[in-house]
């Protein structure tokens, strides 16, 4: 009788939509592999179930994915850790002969994936990888780690009709193209970063940017904490830095400032969702802020005016006062204690006013400080004649593809995040006419945020010594989450292509048709978003 009534049910989701009119590589970022089976679509039904495997990090993928599909198909999908069935929905944490799931380590275990659909090793796939099998009776996605079955749901969320991103019931029948996807990423980190203290942005706007980021299969969410305009991360040791240094904003508005509760729930948030947190502390320069608060770290001893505009390069904190490393150590040692991810970052970018010597042992000593916090230091690339910190990473944001400097920090053993100005800056007007945003780097249209390597872009800095894109989105003149998704999509995807994807699968073509079909999906969620002319919308 059950089989009967599913019959029923299909014939009669048949009739609303023709059979999974998503193709199985219609996916952004591109999968590596893709091998449909037109006869494997797939239906949910109304009574399928979720089913994980006994684990918590891996329920809570399973959960992520029944919320994500519970509001417009209306079906309960109970999530539950019965053995994997062969209907339904299952996420499958396994481990690879001698190895314990969810235990491979980023960067680890990235060997060649095995042959067309055959189950290989799952260790293969790496920290991130997932494989996707849709059969008529079931859709199972297989990892190593529940980052790895988080990135298989988002796959699957994009094989399902536009339909499925909507906020109420649908009558639909909700296909999924039949096949195997065997996928990992290219670079493992993947990022984005959000200005907050040009334009000070609350917790919730932050949270639905990294719901943007998780769908794309980003996987670092790096934020712009401090600057000329703004101190937006409360301080214990120094309460003046929220309290007078967040107090305003470009263009006078009243600014704001995460408290360590804010910082906590955005952190727990990504982590959810596999990103990991970046917090940006930008030191010596982009320090008025926090000099209004605390004029003693200021060279000449005098409270500058809180700064409403959006020149750059004016202030520092003095590099030859002790009272600026205790500082630093205080700010950094905070910050680093609310931070669960591996990374810092010291800023380090437009130090105009300090001398290059002065500037250099700055650096070195913030490097030092970081270091003795347990974290990475990460800075833009303006700290590469600095002397050379265990593991440090340089952030480059040029716009040609020379940097001697920054090539020779590589030899020295640095890695490096390619942000080029002119293909990644999502505060770059995507034309002439784009009502906001800024040109310095030239006009970033899709193509273009598309259109380079991250393997060859930088001479002098091997594939090898990349590790990962992330595309700043700037706030001089965001002030709005409209604003900040109408400059993140439809080019936040480019980037993310290219940190996920392998180099073969680089193609405008295919990336603007695939594209494409997600402009259905931001208008059915409510997400704003630039409709580029060179995508060929439906
Ligand atoms: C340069 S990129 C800056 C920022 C500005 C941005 C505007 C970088 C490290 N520094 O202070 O906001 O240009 O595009």
Redesign the pocket.
Known sequence: AADLARAAARAAADRLAPPAPVGLGDVVPAPERVEPDPAADFTLPADAAVRVSPDPAARDVAEQLADLLRPATGYPLPVTDAAPAAEGLALQLSAAPGETPGTVAAGVGLGPVAGPATPGPVAALGAEGYRLDVTPDAVRITAATPAGLLHGVQTLRQLLPPAIESPAPVAARWAVPGGVIVDRPRFPYRGAML?VA?HFFGVADVLRVIDHLARYKLNHLHLHLT?DQGWRIAVDGWPGLAAVGGATQVGGGPGGAYTRADYRRIVSYAARRHVTVVPEIDLPG?TNAALTAYPQLAPDGVAPPPYTGTE?GFSYLDPDDERTYAFVADVLGEVAALTPGPWLHIGG??AFKVPADAYARFVERAQGIVAGTGKTVVG?HQIAPAGHADGRVLQW?GTTGDDPATAEAVRRGARVILSP?NHA?L?MKYAPDTPIG?D??GLVDVERAYGWDPGTHLAGVPADAVLGVEA?L?T?SVTSLAEIEFMLLPRLPALAELGWSPRRTHDWASFRRRLAGHGPRWHTAGITFHPAPEIPWP
Request: aromatic share 28%.
């Open positions: 200005d040009r600057d982009h750059v970018d437009e833009w944001w100005g800056y505060d800024h310095w780097a700043p700037w001089e």
